[in-house]
């Protein structure tokens, strides 16, 4: 069975930091491109950040660059996404997705809330 089940959402202030993390579990992780996306009230779905498989090429939408970090424990079955100097409008629900070719699969999300 498939699962992908992240955690480490929460409120936070702006400029303060969270780490997100993507337990998955019966597939081939290390296979897979990782993605974070992200969705907020209203909007619709974005790519947040990709990884590929080994780590070869990583990938931020213009809004994170330089504040976020995408990462991944093949060992663990676990990708991650470091985020730093959180803005406001950096509030959504927080996504992982794995793909490899038409195989495409999602976690529940994980609300990340900036706000004073």
């Known amino acids: 069975q498939v699962q992908l089940v992240e955690s480490g959402g929460g409120l936070v202030q702006p400029g303060g930091s969270l780490r997100l993390s993507c337990v998955t579990s019966?597939?081939?992780?290390?296979?897979?491109?990782m993605n974070w996306f992200r969705q907020a009230p209203g909007k619709e779905r974005e790519l947040v950040a990709m990884?590929?498989?080994?780590?070869?090429?990583?990938n931020y939408a213009d809004s994170v660059k330089g504040r976020f970090t995408i990462s991944r424990d093949d060992v663990k079955n676990t990708g991650y996404l470091q985020m730093n100097s959180l803005k406001p409008d950096d509030t959504a629900v927080y996504f992982c997705?794995?793909?490899?070719?038409?195989?495409?699969?999602w976690g529940q999300g994980t609300q990340v809330t900036v706000s004073k």
């Open positions: 997705n794995a793909q490899f070719g038409n195989l495409d699969y």
């Open positions: 019966g597939f081939t992780f290390s296979s897979y491109f």
């Open positions: 990884i590929s498989p080994f780590g070869i090429s990583k």
